[in-house]
């Protein structure tokens, strides 16, 4: 049985910085694709990045710059390092995952069968 579990989340000022995890449990990161996404009230969920099992990494364009999604595969946990934070980062973040030889759009939802949790960001300006 496949489990992700996200922390690190917390409330910081506009500017600040986040580091968020996301262990598994029944599922090896580095065999397939693995993504943050971020839902804020009224708002779709959407997809903040991606990291592909070759290490290749995508990221939306509003954290471009600011966000990385890095791997360590010897603790099979992804991370999120959040830099330069904005009230709009504001969200619960969850991590997902899949295994697939292919994924067509990185930052669609419907992608990924495996989910955390969340874990709540909170960015004050």
């Known amino acids: 049985q496949v489990q992700l579990v996200e922390s690190g989340g917390g409330s910081v000022q506009a500017g600040g910085s986040l580091r968020l995890s996301c262990a598994a449990s029944?599922?090896?990161?580095?065999?397939?694709?693995a993504a943050w996404f971020r839902q804020a009230p009224g708002k779709e969920r959407e997809g903040v990045a991606v990291?592909?099992?070759?290490?290749?990494?995508f990221y939306a364009d509003s954290v471009k710059g600011r966000f990385t999604i890095s791997r360590d595969n010897g603790k099979n946990t992804v991370y999120l390092q959040m830099n330069s934070l904005k009230p709009e980062d504001t969200a619960m973040y969850y991590c997902?995952?899949?295994?697939?030889?292919?994924?067509?759009?990185?930052?669609?939802?419907?992608?990924?069968?495996?989910w955390g949790q969340g874990t709540q960001v909170t960015v004050s300006s």
């Open positions: 990291i592909y099992p070759s290490g290749i990494t």
């Open positions: 029944g599922y090896t990161f580095s065999r397939g694709y």
């Open positions: 997902a995952a899949v295994f697939a030889v292919y994924v067509r759009n990185w930052a669609q939802a419907a992608e990924y069968r495996y």
